[in-house]
């Protein structure tokens, strides 16, 4: 039972906006509204409640458009491999720090309890190997979400082998040595995606910067998400000193 959202994974994704408050990214008000809708509800209706949410602030947002108000926002997905390619950028930075998505994919089969072989071999495992690592995500409500949920829909496949197969295309190995731009990358402290954030520092060759954030802060979970106001200082006090030729 959360604070907000009467379901553990419900509370824990539902209650990442709050970090985006300081910043007028989202709002107490709506998240509590979200949660009633949700109720004692389960994942589908928690996923309809949120929809509704957003279809209703992109009303709003399209609306203000035709009133004349303008406003735009970007992302950057895997910047340090966008680095490696593109000579021309000022700075990169990368919350948090990874070589990609195969590492995590290894860890999790050594927890299923895969041979070695099997692990460093994962685009071609028997079928019944797959199945049987099927069946261990489909009965934890959070690595289902992790892996169905999103990783299917995101990489636009529909069965853990081709998943396999196209996430572990998503890797720094060859490339982190062509970053030069100066690179920040985060660490927060109980996020299991910061595991390689060291190694990867390590490997880069470029003016590079490494900012940690702690539990005690209210930042040690995936990218900060409860204080995300202390992220943006960091790192863009960081962005302000490497575009003025200071890098920290």
């Not at 990874?98 to 099997?118: E, M, R, Y």
């Not at 994962?122 to 934890?140: C, K, P, S, W």
């Not at 396999?164 to 062509?178: C, D, M, Y």
Request: charged share 25%; hydrophobic share 45%; proline share 4%.
């Amino acid at each position: 039972m959360g604070r907000f959202f009467r379901n553990d994974l419900h509370e824990e994704f539902g209650t990442w906006p709050l970090g985006y408050t300081a910043d007028e990214g989202a709002d107490v008000g709506e998240i509590i509204a979200v949660a009633d809708a949700v109720g004692d509800g389960d994942d589908t209706a928690y996923f309809e409640a949120w929809m509704a949410a957003g279809d209703r602030l992109r009303a709003e947002a399209e609306a203000a458009r035709e009133r004349g108000l303008r406003a735009s926002a970007g992302e950057l997905f895997l910047a340090p491999r966008a680095a490696a390619g593109e000579p021309r950028l000022a700075a990169c930075i990368a919350d948090p720090g990874s070589w990609g998505i195969g590492p995590g994919l290894k860890s999790f089969a050594a927890k299923v309890g895969l041979s070695a072989a099997d692990i460093d071999n994962l685009n071609a495992l028997d079928q019944g190997v797959y199945d049987r690592m099927q069946e261990v995500i489909d009965t934890n409500p959070r690595m289902r979400w992790s892996f169905v949920q999103r990783g299917f829909w995101v990489h636009g496949v529909d069965n853990l082998r081709d998943y396999i197969r196209v996430a572990s295309q998503f890797t720094l190995e060859g490339w982190v040595e062509k970053i030069r731009c100066p690179t920040l990358l985060t660490a927060a402290e109980n996020d299991p995606l910061s595991a390689g954030t060291e190694a990867l520092f390590a490997a880069l060759q470029c003016p590079k910067s490494l900012i940690r954030f702690t539990a005690a802060e209210g930042a040690g979970d995936h990218c900060e998400m409860q204080n995300r106001s202390l992220l943006n200082r960091r790192v863009l006090d960081w962005l302000d000193l490497t575009l003025a030729g200071k890098v920290p």
